[in-house]
């Protein structure tokens, strides 16, 4: 049983019921209703009587069985939880426990028949069993060291799922995980959220988020994050305030009721904190009551921009942004009323200077985008994930122009039937040098600003307590796990 466990939840990440119930039932039905049942049925031409009695005392532990299971199931305990995956050498090293187990209950079995006699092949056991013990402690161990250092890893991670047809975007800080829209398909026997997304948050990490976001409701974005929403232990919710329809709908008002979750409604000019200096800018879409036009589909998509304090851009130096002889002086074009000015994305509003780490835009179309950059809005990132998986945008030059990125990523399935990325969006990509990363051809792929100094950039240092994080972002994929630095041309 132990064996099964530790393959059910490196597989599949989840626990079924039965291998508790396994421990309670099967000694029952093993040791009481098979034996009885059996000699019931030989005693039965002989003592009808006598057989009668036996098989009915045979069938109270079925009896008991099934009593439990429909207590199990009316209080909904016979759900499948999502587990930690263990790491591979911690499953090792729990079979080379069991052996060592084993190893020594023979031992002392030999030492019993033969009369506590002991000898050179008793203590050689001994040995090997004490042996085994050591090396599966150290192997069930040695995964743990790489969880506790993840906690306190000052490291920023943002991985593209590859969920096929679909997107999902993991966050991760360290201290904690967030994972923006979650895939999906229209298959019903297919769980894009259980089958792809859950194990891959779950590996040697346990099935825990700060935060469940999704882009817009479309089905590719949501249905994914059904299962994550149900199965792990969150703590916030949140959407684009548009209502999913249909079963996917129904689903997600279902899940959040019976987990007790209030579902936010993320708008722009919200400011999300992660950690010191890090934080989720919401830029887009904004509330309704906002003047300006109104958006809905794929133009009401969040559009998310991760960034983080850069106290590196002095903003008081004399050839500072914000310096006498800076572009954002108080008396210029860019003062207090300007997008750089002291109320803008760099000024003094006691968040310093932000240097935008990525930029997520869902499926934003060229309405959203028009209207982010008609604001105005600083949309410079070092990474871009492509709006609507790389599909065509008549503003996307435009995008790329204000972005500004080392490096794009898209998401999209094998063979689809929009040719996504589509050539214009290559095209584009490539007149500007901006190398492109698709999880159909790559795999999942990660980028890393390493606080640590990834790529020989600057060692982390302490401003005031503040994390800062040195570029640039190094990308790795699935595919090709060298990685390396994500320079594209500017």
């Known amino acids: 049983q132990l064996i099964l466990l530790l393959l059910s939840a490196r597989v599949f990440g989840t626990s079924s019921p039965w291998f508790a119930l396994n421990l309670l039932f099967l000694p029952l039905i093993d040791g009481v209703a098979l034996p009885l049942g059996l000699a019931g049925m030989a005693m039965a031409p002989a003592a009808p009587e006598v057989a009668g009695w036996l098989l009915l005392v045979a069938r109270w532990p079925f009896d008991l069985l099934l009593v439990s299971l429909r207590w199990l199931d009316g209080a909904g305990l016979l759900g499948s939880p999502q587990l930690l995956r263990p790491h591979p050498a911690a499953m090792l090293g729990l079979w080379v426990l069991l052996g060592a187990a084993v190893l020594h209950v023979s031992e002392r079995v030999s030492d019993q028949t033969s009369g506590g006699a002991t000898g050179q092949a008793a203590g050689s056991t001994r040995r090997r069993a004490a042996l085994l013990l050591a090396a599966g402690a150290l192997l069930m161990l040695g995964p743990v060291w790489p969880r506790l250092a993840a906690a306190t890893d000052p490291a920023v991670r943002l991985a593209v799922l590859d969920v096929g047809q679909g997107q999902s975007v993991a966050l991760d800080w360290g201290a904690g995980r967030m994972l923006v829209d979650g895939g999906g398909t229209a298959s019903r026997s297919w769980d894009t959220g259980r089958r792809v997304v859950a194990p891959a948050l779950t590996d040697n990490r346990p099935p825990r988020l700060d935060a469940v976001v999704w882009s817009h409701p479309d089905r590719d974005h949501l249905r994914g994050l059904l299962y994550v929403i149900d199965a792990f232990a969150v703590r916030r919710v949140a959407g684009n305030g548009e209502p999913p329809h249909g079963e996917d709908g129904a689903r997600l008002t279902a899940i959040l009721r019976h987990a007790g979750y209030h579902e936010e409604r993320w708008h722009a000019g919200q400011r999300i904190p992660l950690a010191d200096g890090l934080e989720l800018e919401v830029l887009h879409p904004p509330l309704p009551e906002a003047a300006g036009p109104a958006f809905d589909g794929n133009d009401a998509s969040l559009v998310l921009r991760l960034t983080a304090r850069d106290d590196n851009n002095r903003q008081d130096g004399p050839n500072g942004p914000n310096g006498p002889d800076g572009p954002n002086r108080p008396d210029g074009p860019d003062g207090p009323d300007g997008s750089n000015g002291q109320g803008g994305s760099n000024g003094q509003d006691g968040r310093g200077a932000r240097r935008g780490l990525a930029l997520i835009p869902g499926d934003a179309g060229d309405p959203a985008i028009r209207a982010l950059l008609d604001a105005g809005t ?31 990523l898209a998401s999209a399935g094998y063979r689809n039937r929009w040719g996504f990325p589509v050539a214009d969006t290559r095209a584009a990509l490539a007149a500007r040098n901006i190398p492109l990363l698709v999880t159909v051809e790559s795999g999942q792929i ?28 190094t990308v790795t994929t699935a595919r090709n796990g060298d990685g390396g630095d994500a320079d594209g041309g500017q």
């Open 378 to 408: 600083d949309l410079s990132a070092e990474v871009l994930v492509l709006p609507h998986h790389g599909g065509r945008r008549k503003l996307l030059p435009q995008l790329l122009d204000a972005v500004r990125p080392s490096v794009a």
């Open 446 to 473: 990660q980028a890393c600003w390493d606080a640590r100094g990834a790529k020989g950039a600057e060692k982390m240092h302490d401003m005031g307590g503040t994390r800062v994080w040195p570029g640039p972002a």
